[in-house]
């Protein structure tokens, strides 16, 4: 099986920068998509950014032009570097792989990490 771990977030100040990581485990061959979602107090879980293993990347208005993703694909690790963060970005980051094939060849699908608190506040 494929597990996900997050690792990153925190406190920050309005206008302030962090990274976040999240570092999938297991005998994985090759991930095609994996992404970041976030989910604020009271509302839904929603996209911030996708990447594939291919390099091509997918984001929310919301994030463009002030979040940016990543991978290391020989890590099977994805980053969020976040900047310029407004006290709206608050919430749960959620990250997501998409079709992880095993070296076993078997398949999983819509995978998601336990999740990591950022807190945009003065």
């Known amino acids: 099986q494929v597990q996900l771990v997050e690792s990153g977030g925190g406190l920050v100040q309005p206008g302030g920068s962090l990274r976040l990581s999240c570092a999938a485990s297991?005998?994985?061959?090759?991930?095609?998509?994996m992404g970041w979602y976030r989910q604020a107090p009271g509302k839904q879980r929603e996209l911030v950014a996708t990447?594939?293993?291919?390099?091509?990347?997918n984001y929310a208005d919301s994030a463009k032009g002030r979040l940016t993703i990543s991978r290391n694909n020989a890590k099977n690790t994805v980053y969020l570097q976040m900047n310029s963060l407004k006290p709206e970005d608050t919430a749960v980051y959620y990250c997501?792989?998409?079709?992880?094939?095993?070296?076993?060849?078997?398949?999983?699908?819509?995978?998601w990490g336990q999740g990591t608190l950022v807190t945009v506040s003065s």
């Open positions: 297991g005998s994985i061959l090759n991930i095609y998509t």
């Open positions: 990447v594939t293993s291919s390099g091509n990347t």
């Open positions: 997501n792989a998409d079709r992880a094939t095993m070296t076993s060849r078997a398949k999983y699908f819509d995978i």
